[in-house]
Structure formats: C-alpha cells, structure tokens
C-alpha cells in the first residue's frame, strides 16, 4: 500500500521525517520507514497554500481596470489555481497523491490547514472516494507526539466540513474584497482622493474600533472634579484614606455642603479608629494562554506586535519547546497535566529557581478537558532546550518562552496568600477607608519575583491599630480633572478584537461573537493588524495606535454602510459558516445572501457619499492635506508624461498624473541593487539623466559592493559603469 502524508511546508515535513527510523530527502518529498507506517510512505508538502483563489482578471480581462460598471464582480463557478513560482512543487504532490492508496492530511491542525489541504487535493483532480483519507491531529512537533499522532489516525472525512466552512470564508472574503475595495476606491477617487482603498470583513471592523477610540479621545472636554483626602496619623504611623462609600464632588458647592452635613473641615482634626478588619485572601496563578492572550501579554511586557509575537511563538513550536501556538483555549486536558508533573524537575532545573511546586492535582481553572476542543493552552513541551540552544534564540524568543515556562509551573505552585487589612477611621459623621496588603506566602509570585511592579503590588503594609483609638487626621481637598480614553496598543486591540460585539443589541449576535471569541480568529489577528499598518491606515508610534488621515476618510465613507463596520455581520457571518461546519446550511446558500448584501451596497453607495456632509467635509480636509504633503514632496517635473511631478510615494517615487484620465505608470524604486536613492539622487537622475558615481551598491549574485552612475533612458533605470565624470 503507497501512504502519502501531506504537510502544510517544508520545515514541518522535515521534523515528521526526523521522527522516523529511515527516511531519504528528495525533490520535493522524503522517502520514509517505520514500524508505525506504511509499507511504501512518503512525506510531501505545500508552502502554505499551493492553491489560491484566482483574482477578477483571470475570469475576465476587462477586470484588470476597475471600473464601476463591471460591478459586481460574481463568478458563477470559482476558479483556484496554482501561482507560478508553486507550480513545480504541486506537479510533486499531484504526482504522488494520484498513485497514493491513503491520504494522511498532516497539515496544521485547524480549520485553515483542512483549507490547505483539501483544495490541493481538489484541484489534482483525483478521485477523493477511492482513496483512504486519514487525518493527523497533534498539538507538538515532539518526535514522541508525532509517532502517537501516526499511531492514533483520525477519519479525514470527519474534518471535511471544516474545509467547507474555512473555503466559505475564503469566498466570502474575497466577494467582499473584489467588490466594495473597488467600490470605495472609484467613488473616493471620483471625489479628488488618492490612493486605494481597501476593505474586509474583520479589518474593516477592526479599522474601526480603533477610529471609534480616536473619536472619543478627540471629543474628549475633561471634566474637573473634587475629592476629599485623609492622611491619618496614629502614633509616629502614618497612612492614607479615602471617603467610604468614595464621592467625586463636580463642584464645591456640593463639597462645602457634604462637609457641612458631616461636620468636618480641611485641615488636622481629631478622629477615631472605628473598625479595623483583617481577611486571610488568596490568589490564584493566570490562567495558561491562549495565543491572543499571549500577545496580549507580550505587547504590554515588550511592546513586541502581534504579528512578530506569533513569528515567535511560532519558531519556539518548531522547536519543539512549546505546544501549537494558533489557539484560542486557556485549558489543558489531564493527559497534558501528567507529562508536565512528570517533567518538573527538568524544568525547574531550567528556571534555575528555588520554588515549591506543591499542587500536582489538577485544578479546574486550568486542566478541564470538556474546554478543550480543537487545541490545548500554549504549554511547554517535554522537551527543555539546553543553555546553548537557549541562547541561541531572538531576544524577544527567549522572553517568550520564559513567560510561557513560569506561568505554566505557576499552575503548580501555592497560591499567593495575603493579609487583606481594612481600617475605616471616623472624623465626626464621615468615614475614611484605608486597605493594606500584607503578603503572608508569596506562593507562585516567586515565579515573577524579578518584576519589581508585582512584588509592590503585593505589599502596601498599615500599622498595628485597635478599635476605639485616637488618632490625628488631617484632611485635604484635591482638585483633578477627568482623564480621556487611553489609545489602544496592539495588545489592548487584540484583546478588544477577542471581545468585540458586547454593546451589540441582539441577544444572539452577543453569544455567537462569545462563542467564536470575537472577530478574527487566533491565527488571522495578528496579520489583519500588519495589513492595516502596511496600508498605513493605522499607526504605531510609542506602542500606541490611531488612525491616519486615510484611514478616517475609509471610516467616514464606511459609516454609511454600516455592516461593513460593525461586529454585528461578523456575528451573523460566522454563525451561518459554523452552520455550514455543522452540515445545517449550504454554502450556496450562504453565499448568495453575501451576493444580495453586495448588490444593495453597490446600488446605494454613490448616492449615500454624494449625500453626506460629514463625508465630504473630511473629504475637502484630506484633499487639502494631500496637496500639502505633495507640494513638499515634489521632487522634479516627470520625464515621461511631462505634465506630472514626480513625487515621494513612501515606499517608490511615483509621478502625480498616476490615477489621472490618461494615467501616468512612471515610478523609479527608493532602492536599487541595496542602495537607498535620495530625493537629490532621484533629482539629479530625472533633470540630466545620468548621476555622478555612486557608492555602495551591492551585487544580488555575488554580494560583493560595487560603484556606478545610474542612468535614465526612456524611463528605463540601468547602470553606467564609464568612470569618467
């Protein structure tokens, strides 16, 4: 019997190959052997999806310029091809697949690896129902986990609808795509805006949620306000208090009028211990991480993105040091528990702390296999690296997988227990609260103990004081002043992406965004986040994000149509595509609700934009501040269209009659051969043509670093290597 395990890329076919007794690298394959497989097996592999949905411009030429009129854009059977620089490795698999007698899909365990998976061996044509089709569930690339995993095969037919609803997606997406991003960007365009405009159904909510928090922090009028402070000083101790139950007085008025009432008066004046309570409390270790957690965490210890925690969170897996990254669960089942109780001596070596690890029976708020579905938590693996592949890691890997390391044992430890001490001390009618923190076992917090904010925390300690004494208080009035909304990070967003959908009015809407965790899913955040910054609607800068001037006028433009705005269709999107997964819907079906929601927006929109004040009025704001910037940015007149001036695009210069009636395609790149062009490289080029000898290029096909002129001819870039000047 011929087996074929398709992996979703290379490096991940290699570690199934290492995991076996034999196994023989080919072109594009491993020849393999062991007792737990197949007579005659082989590993192949994709890189990443060998197989895409084909763009607008391979069902019709007349696609490639967009024009309204060719709206809506609704192919009546989808075409997936194979881009170019993929094609040698599918002609591989569809080879070795045709021949093969079982299937074992060995792509990433979720519903985009079933995508993967299935559309390769959709599109090599192969009769699916004669085959054997297996399925490989793991959640560590463990040689120990992956011989289990070949060991225990699923039926890869029960995973057959989440490719079904993972492919609906997919579609869906790129209706919404292919549709409103043209849609928007003509009408914008029409209106004097440059550039393109871009729309998704998570990014755009997304987008969103970050102008909503811009919004409320550029409306903000900070609202002053009055409180009442006591400092209370018994013996030589001294502490603080606030008013019980606490009051924000909007005005002096009804702060004079609350003293009078309970008779008291800024300034020292005698008051009197009237209770004094103390609570034995404890504290439990975080719950383990779910990768948006992780990111969460990350961007808030480190500042590190999403995007470059997942890159390495994703590395550590490959590693084998920790379990599947792309996951939405906070829970392991016991049989992760076990292994990890069994290996806690090797990873408290690692730690190189000093630390009772006493709870080694599972606790609920971390081991419940009923919360685990289709991944476990972020946990370590079996395996501890050693010091020198320890130090071989990025530095934002070595923190990663530190945090994951001690979280992870802190399920282990004691809890943090504490004196919770509560002094309420009278003056007259009014009453001041006073709460200390007195740290009685530190507990898995000495897992943390480095991170000084925690242990201060931890300890706020308060005098030793009875009922009944007298003390001194001395009272103060402080004004201050409300404070805006705070921007959201990276972190902060993603974890608002998580719990998007709260302030929804529908009921089921609110339990199906619960259900999924938000918008967007573990894996897609983290790049929904990149592709907003690289279109430069969103910017970071000190960890903190808002929204670029483009990025207001989508949002202004995008409010007319609110759907596409708002968690709500998420909410009523994912629970028709969990439907299709559940065999309760089709996707034709779905997909033809998607079509008449294009349609309407489609048949809506111009009129909407045309309609708008406050549309238009951004518009005339933006329009104003794009002939700034490229009034400043103009470099020289165009050598090609003449008319244009050549400008600073960011990331090329570009000439200005660009999206004129009669377009010009002029550009030159801001790099050549690894040297960065200047705006006064770039000026010199275009007025005489050729530049004076320049330094520091470098060769793509030997590396070494050379010197040349550029020349400009017919607007053609090339090198003049003529020494003379």
Partial sequence: MKTVVLAEKPSQASDYANAFQKHTKKQGYFEVSDPVLANETFITYGFGHLVELAGPEQYDTKYKKWDLKNLPIFPEKYKFIVPKDKKGQFSIVSDLI?????????????????????????????????KDIKRLWI???????????????????????????????????????????????????????NGVYSIGRVQTPTLYLVYKRYLEIKNFKPTPYFEINAEVQAGADKFNGKLDPYIRFSDKNKLNDFAKEKNIKSGVQE???????????KSQSPRLFSLSDLQTEVNKRYHASASDTL??????YEQKILTYPRTDCNFITDSEFNYLKENLSKYISFLNKDINLNNTTPNKRYVDSSKVQEHHAII????????????????LEKKIYQLVLKTTLAMFADPFEYEETVILTKVNLAIFKTIGKTPKNIGWKELFSEESKESKDDENLLPAVTIGDIVKVDLSVDQKETKPPIPYTEGTLIKAMKTAGKDLDDEEDQEILKDIEGIGTEATRANILETLKNKQYLLTEKNKLTVSQQGITLCKAVELEPLLASAEMTAKWEKALKQIGQK??????????????????INDLPNKMNDSPILNSQIEEQITTQKEIETESEISNCPICKTGKILDKGKFYGCSNYNADEPCKFSLPKKWSEKTLSKTIVKELIEKGETKIIKGFKSKK????????????????????????
Avoid: C, H
């Avoid at 299937?103 to 985009?112: F, H, K, L, Q, V």
């Avoid at 370590?380 to 530095?395: E, Q």
């Avoid at 030997?702 to 550029?710: N, R």
């Fill in 98 to 130: 045709k021949d093969a007698d079982q299937i074992i899909i060995a792509t990433d365990s979720d519903r985009e690896g079933e995508n993967i998976a299935w559309s390769i061996l959709n599109k090599a044509k192969i009769d699916l129902k004669s």
């Fill in 139 to 193: 959640n560590s690339l463990e040689k120990e986990s992956i011989l289990n995993g070949f060991k225990n095969l699923k039926d890869g037919w029960d995973f057959y609808n989440f490719f079904k609803e993972a492919q609906t997606r997919q579609i869906s997406d790129w209706l919404i795509g292919m549709n409103a991003s043209p849609l928007f960007t003509i009408e914008l365009q029409r209106k004097g805006i």
């Fill in 271 to 281: 008051g009197i211990i009237s209770d004094v309570k103390k609570n034995l409390k």
């Fill in 311 to 316: 890159k390495a969170v994703q590395k550590l």
């Fill in 380 to 395: 370590l693996t079996k395996t501890v690296p050693s010091k020198d592949n320890f130090n071989k890691l990025s530095d």
């Fill in 584 to 601: 309760q819907r089709t996707q034709d079906n779905f997909l033809e609700q998607i079509k008449k929601f294009i349609t309407k927006i």
């Fill in 702 to 725: 030997t590396g070494k670093k050379f010197d040349a002129k550029l020349k400009l001819s017919d607007g053609k870039l090339s090198f003049n290597f003529d020494k003379g000047e």
